[in-house]
């Protein structure tokens, strides 16, 4: 089986990595075009190019895949199945029906759900408890083709955006290899969408990170879980930006008499150990946070280089 695969960030990096494991002949690559990154700017390959250059693997990275010019090349190509995972761009009805196999998408949640991009951070901001993939061919809408399989797992409590990003890397690759069998053999079944199931989610955004601690203490709890590593949680400290990676809901109903009149985002306690913020119902404590122009460390480390007082306020972007 010949095949061209097709993706760009490290969930997709780890699921080529799974197919070059097997007996599948990958004739290239194709992903996106370089991108500039870090403070310096400079101009940095999609990991899934870099496992390509590795195996020594065609990589193409067209501006646009629909371009005539690109659909042309795949026709020389020729692949028997495309695979995808994580691309970034919507394939046209061209390339959709040049494979004979057709084309196999890895969507890291269990449609009809979750369509659309970052479903893996979403599930643990809505406080969903069971996620998965799905391995469908693709069509011409977005996430909506038939499903050949999916895989399902538990969202632990305190499942992260990135330890979650890694088991579903692990899952999806070993769920593409068997369905590639079931379609090589013959035996796979297609079965449709439920689009009344159906929900889209939005991109993630850096700006999404900024935390409102008048909502409710378990929202902030996972949103913090939610967005670590990327774009990460943060708030402000006397104008400085602290982001917050390790938290959890606090309770404590002396300590919650004790900060009834206090504004949201105050410090009501600091123990040499964490912080504990009010918010819109319980308290939030802080176990591992980073300021600006400093590393990520553990509150009990951070509060001993810095002191921080009850009444202080977090939130504010202004000394």
């Not at 699921?15 to 002949?25: A, F, H, K, P, R």
């Not at 994580?86 to 969507?107: E, T, W």
């Not at 399989?149 to 499942?159: A, L, P, Y």
């Not at 009834?260 to 946070?289: H, P, R, Y």
């Amino acid at each position: 089986m010949k095949a061209v695969y097709m993706g760009t960030p490290e969930i997709a990096a780890s699921i080529l990595e799974t197919l070059l494991s097997s007996d599948i002949e990958i004739i290239g690559v194709v992903t996106q075009p370089d991108k500039p990154k870090g403070r310096g700017k400079e101009m940095a390959f999609p990991p899934v190019k870099e496992v390509a250059l590795k195996h020594q693997i065609p990589v193409y990275q067209p501006r646009r895949v629909k371009e005539p010019e690109f659909v042309e090349q795949l026709k020389v190509l020729a692949p028997d199945i495309i695979l995808v995972a994580a691309f970034g761009q919507i394939l046209s009805k061209d390339i959709l029906d040049l494979p004979p196999l057709g084309c196999i998408n890895v969507h890291a949640s269990l449609l009809p759900k979750y369509r659309g991009s970052a479903p893996i951070q979403w599930v643990i901001l809505n406080g969903e408890e069971k996620t998965g993939v799905t391995i469908m061919k693709m069509d011409v809408g977005c996430d909506t083709g038939d499903m050949i399989m999916k895989k399902e797992i538990d969202i632990t409590k305190d499942e992260t955006g990135g330890s979650l990003h890694d088991k579903l890397a692990v899952i999806g690759g070993e769920a593409l290899l068997e369905a590639i069998e079931l379609i090589k053999n013959g035996t796979a079944t297609y079965t449709k969408q439920d689009d009344s199931q159906s929900t889209y989610i939005k991109m993630l955004s850096k700006e999404m990170g900024r935390i409102d601690f008048s909502n409710d203490a378990d929202s902030i709890e996972r949103m913090i879980r939610g967005l670590n590593p990327w774009p990460s949680a943060y708030t402000y400290y006397k104008g400085k930006t602290l982001k917050l990676w390790s938290t959890e809901v606090f309770s404590d109903p002396e300590m919650m008499k004790g900060a009834e009149e206090a504004k949201f985002g105050s410090i009501v306690n600091v123990t040499k150990e964490a912080i504990f913020v009010k918010t819109g119902d319980k308290l939030l404590k802080i176990n591992e946070l980073q300021l600006e122009g400093k590393k990520k460390m553990l509150t009990s480390e951070f509060l001993r280089g810095y002191q921080l007082n009850v009444g202080d306020i977090l939130g504010s972007s202004e000394n």
